[in-house]
């Protein structure tokens, strides 16, 4: 029996932790004729969630996401706050990562489809390449007992995984998998990735691993142990300069999603003819960019957002076969989304924080 009303957490405005309302009196989705709504049984945090509240994506800021984590940044501007570049819809429901069961299904989806375990695609695409919307933002999210989905975007999935290793996947391993694959990363490339302790940054290392990749690691040094288990050749402390480490024109693709003061010394190490992919900027936006180290070693420089269209697919594939492995740090009831969120800024764990809704 499907209720009237569930347990929600809503965001009311951008700011700090006092903008995350947790209620129990959210009307339930009713799903349109090509939706399906899912029982959400796990929900993972992501930098895109505390960054939306914290309105990091306005261009006023130019600060590392950490910084105004718990309270917002004092630069930003609510008109363009949005990952989109405009402002935001308030209430809102966030939360990128679901998995659960489906438990409803609109007129013009086969109603056998009801029952199926499924793994929510994040980014649901749009009318052209580039356009899309994103689960949790421009529409509500996974931080609820249910959540409405385009049917094409939750994927049937069978595996003994829980739920909440389920929910550390799609958006950080989404994010991973489209950058090497825009990257076209193949085997014995040599890959520096930077973040690697991270969700996002964790999810590459395994990935490029899987596509045989000679995989360096950027990460503090007392998590080293844990991302060289993920598959990394070598893990160099992020302290380091690579240029001392390797010299110039060492790899063939920097995956980043750190940005930040280093950023120089990545494209320095990158290969003439190299590939540097950016899903994230955790270490601030605003980098400094020498023109000549590009054009006169004709790198590429890869934005990497909209998962392209064969990306998720291929994760399913890749987490049904057992060749890729959920990394969870810690999990929290949905009621305790800003006890997560606080473990979540101090960077302290590896992988994914997962959510967990009550019945």
């Known amino acids: 029996m499907i209720p009237v009303m569930m347990q929600a957490v809503l965001l009311t405005g951008n700011g700090g932790f006092d903008m995350l309302s947790l209620r129990n009196d959210v009307p339930v989705p009713v799903p349109g004729p090509h939706d399906v709504l899912v029982r959400v049984r796990a929900a993972g945090v992501n930098n895109t969630d505390i960054n939306t509240r914290t309105a990091w994506y306005s261009k006023g800021v130019t600060e590392a996401t950490q910084t105004g984590g718990a309270d917002g940044f004092a630069a930003a501007r609510s008109e363009d706050s949005g990952w989109t570049g405009a402002a935001p819809a308030f ?159 060492h790899f063939d693709v920097v995956i980043d999603v750190v940005g930040g003061s280093g950023f120089p010394a990545l494209l320095d190490v990158l290969k003439r003819g190299g590939r540097y992919a950016v899903a994230g900027a955790i270490a601030g936006p605003v980098v400094d960019l020498d023109l000549r180290t590009l054009y006169l070693k004709d790198q590429t420089l890869l934005g990497c957002t909209i ?53």
């Open 91 to 249: 209430p809102r429901i966030q939360g990128a990562d679901a998995a659960g069961r489906i438990v409803a299904a609109g007129a013009a989806i086969d109603p056998a489809r009801i029952g199926e375990r499924v793994l929510v695609e994040p980014v649901f695409r749009g009318s052209s390449r580039f356009a899309a919307t994103y689960f949790g933002s421009e529409v509500d999210g996974a931080f609820a007992q249910y959540a409405l989905v385009p049917a094409v975007h939750a994927h049937r999935i069978e595996t003994g995984l829980s739920d909440v290793e389920l929910a550390s996947f799609p958006c950080a391993y989404g994010a991973a998998e489209n950058m090497l694959t825009r990257a076209a990363v193949v085997a014995r490339e040599r890959v520096l990735i930077t973040g690697a302790s991270g969700g996002v940054g964790s999810a590459a290392v395994q990935l490029a691993h899987r596509r045989g990749a000679s995989v360096v690691a950027v990460a503090a040094a007392d998590k080293a142990a844990e991302v060289a288990a993920l598959g990394a050749a070598h893990v160099i402390d992020r302290t380091a300069d690579p240029r001392e480490l390797f010299g110039h024109d």
């Open 307 to 359: 998962l392209a269209p064969e990306v998720f697919p291929a994760l399913v594939g890749y987490i049904e076969r057992g060749e890729i492995r959920p990394l969870v740090a810690a999990t929290y009831p949905l009621a305790d989304i800003v006890a997560a969120q606080r473990a979540f800024l101090e960077k302290r764990h590896v992988g994914k924080i997962v959510l967990v809704p009550g019945d």
